[in-house]
């Protein structure tokens, strides 16, 4: 797995930047390796700059990132100075920041991990974690993440058929997209 190349700070770059620590995170969850470690910490060092730079929108990001490292035990033990802080005080601070400067699906994304945390953590804790992930899922929705909401409901369907709500109608994207062109979108 290597880094991107050297870049600036446009926004898709730490957005993408952002996105592939989650990823690569995931995947440690699933199968440890040393050269994630060091990857989710130059990623994590880079978003750092960022804020420190300025940008607001970042806050959000490494704090998420900082609950999964947290989470992960391992990758966040180097990372986190704060000692024996938990996770899920690091998850609800990048739920804070993510709504406070209202990016909806930062948040959902926050909620949804965070539940996800609290399933892996203590299997007994569904309460708390459905709180979570129902918030995930409306927000998903607010967002307009149709196919998301339909990834919830099949991951998680005990959860959703508590609560009566009805999967989203599947998206046919041949359908969505009949009409258009890229030559709609050009300036």
Not at 70 to 99: H, N, P, V, Y
Request: aromatic share 8%.
């Amino acid at each position: 797995v290597k880094m991107p190349m050297k870049v600036g700070s446009h926004f898709l770059i730490y957005c993408g930047m952002f996105y592939y620590a989650l990823c690569i995170l995931e995947v440690n969850r699933k199968r440890p390796r040393r050269q994630y470690h060091r990857l989710i910490r130059i990623i994590f060092k880079r978003l750092e700059k960022n804020v420190a730079a300025g940008n607001i929108n970042c806050v959000p990001m490494t704090n998420l990132i900082k609950a999964e490292m947290t989470a992960s035990r391992t990758a966040g033990r180097r990372m986190c100075q704060e000692g024996a802080i938990d996770a899920k005080d690091l998850f609800d601070e990048a739920i804070r920041d993510a709504s406070s400067q209202e990016l909806l699906h930062i948040e959902a994304i926050a909620y949804e991990r965070a539940g996800i945390h609290l399933l892996s953590r203590d299997p007994t804790a569904t309460e708390l974690a459905s709180q979570y992930l129902l918030t995930a899922f409306e927000l998903y929705d607010q967002w307009g993440a149709t196919i998301k909401l339909q990834q919830m409901m099949s991951i998680y369907p005990s959860l959703f058929a508590l609560q009566g709500n009805d999967p989203p109608p599947p998206i046919n994207v041949t359908t969505a997209l009949d009409g258009v062109s890229v030559g709609d979108y050009d300036e």
